[in-house]
């Protein structure tokens, strides 16, 4: 069975910094492409961040330059390490399984997520 | 970017009646078009890929259609299970992008 837990959310002060990790069983996260997706409280979703099999990351402009994904294939885990937090980043952060080997595509997996609140 | 568009924002129907929700793309987006199911305080599971594909074990009264622009989510019997939020989700292109949701309430 395919399973994804999240941990490491938190309360963290603006300008800041986090790391999200996400912790993968029944696959392997260096067999799929893996993403981060994020819900602000009472909002929508929001794509976040993107690795491929082969280690390629994309992020969305406002997180570029100030979030990084990667992996752990040891420990078969998927980690965002969040800097220079806003308070517009106040959100639950998903891990999520993409469907197929492409960037381009729909989630068939997600964790519960963890919440980050960004505040003073 | 794609904006997506989902109407009605809300929708009320009792139990047993058919649901139909709509999303549309600010430009083609081919048949590349999800629907997602959240209920409170989950994570959102998938629903329909490909347009019209159910997910694994997603019940026959779910059903996707439409291609390029505009999209339908039509729920058929409506169970107490599937009052939730729905999201349209295209991956047709960079960067990925998803509608606003549509809340699918008792009445």
């Known amino acids: 069975e395919v399973q994804l837990v999240e941990s490491g959310g938190n309360l963290v002060q603006p300008g800041g910094f986090l790391t999200l990790s996400c912790a993968a069983s029944g696959f392997g996260v260096s067999r799929n492409f893996m993403g981060w997706v994020r819900q602000a409280p009472g909002k929508g979703l929001e794509w976040v961040s993107t690795m491929s099999t082969g280690g390629v990351t994309y992020y969305a402009d406002s997180m570029q330059g100030r979030f990084f994904i990667s992996r752990d294939n040891s420990k078969n885990t998927l980690s965002l390490l969040m800097k220079n937090l806003r308070l517009e980043d106040t959100a639950i952060y998903y891990c999520?399984?993409?469907?197929?080997?492409?960037?381009?595509?729909?989630?068939?997996?997600w964790g519960q997520g963890s919440l980050v609140i960004v505040s003073s | 970017e794609i904006v997506m568009t989902q109407s009605p924002d809300t929708l009320s129907a009792p139990p047993g009646e058919r649901a139909t929700l709509s999303c549309r793309a600010s430009q083609s987006v081919s048949s590349n078009l999800a629907w997602y199911q959240q209920k409170p305080g989950q994570a959102p599971r998938l629903l329909i890929y490909?347009?019209?594909t159910r997910a694994t074990g997603i019940p026959a009264r779910f059903s996707g259609s439409g291609s390029g622009t505009e999209f339908t989510l039509t729920i058929n019997t409506l169970q107490s299970e599937d009052f939730a939020v729905y999201y349209c989700?295209?991956?047709?292109?960079?960067?990925?992008?998803f509608g606003g949701g549509t809340k699918v309430e008792i009445k």
């Open positions: 989700q295209q991956y047709n292109n960079w960067p990925l992008t």
């Open positions: 999520a399984k993409f469907g197929s080997a492409s960037f381009m595509d729909f989630f068939d997996a």
């Open positions: 490909g347009a019209s």
